[in-house]
Nanobody
Framework: QVQLVESGGGLVQPGGSLSLSCAAS????????MFWVRQAPGKGLEWVSG?????????YYAESVKGRFTISRDNAKNTLYLQMNSLKPEDTAVYYC????????WGQGTQVTVSS
C-alpha cells in the first residue's frame, strides 16, 4: 500500500527558508520519478518540481520556483526533499508529495505559510 507522508511545513517570513520531507513506503521508491505539487488557497493544483529516479539525477522546476527551490531524494531512506529558499508570500500553499502511476498517489500535505 502506497504511503506518502510529508513534513516540515510551517510559518516563515518572506525571504526565509523551509525544508520539506516526504517519507515514502509501499513501492520501489528508487525506481520511480517523484514530484512536489502545491495548492494555494482558493486555487488549483500547481506542479512545483520533479526528479528522476537516480539520486543526483535530472531535476525539473516550475518557472515560479526555479533558482529558489531544490528537489532531492535519498533512495536509501525512501525520502524525497524540497529545500525552499527566498520564500515569497505567493509560495503560501499546501505542499504535496506525488507519485504518478496509472493513478496519482498523494500524501496528506504540509502547510507552508509565508507571511510577515
Amino acid at each position: 500500500q502506497v504511503q506518502l507522508v510529508e513534513s516540515g511545513g510551517g510559518l516563515v517570513q518572506p525571504g526565509g527558508s523551509l525544508s520539506l520531507s516526504c517519507a515514502a513506503s509501499g513501492f520501489t521508491f528508487r525506481n520511480l520519478w517523484m514530484f512536489w505539487v502545491r495548492q494555494a488557497p482558493g486555487k488549483g493544483l500547481e506542479w512545483v518540481s520533479g526528479i528522476v529516479p537516480e539520486e543526483n539525477g535530472l531535476t525539473y522546476y516550475a518557472e515560479s520556483v526555479k533558482g529558489r527551490f531544490t528537489i532531492s531524494r535519498d533512495n536509501a531512506k525512501n525520502t524525497l526533499y524540497l529545500q525552499m529558499n527566498s520564500l515569497k508570500p505567493e509560495d503560501t500553499a499546501v505542499y504535496y508529495c506525488n507519485l504518478h502511476r496509472s493513478i496519482d498517489y498523494w500524501g496528506q500535505g504540509t502547510q507552508v505559510t509565508v507571511s510577515s
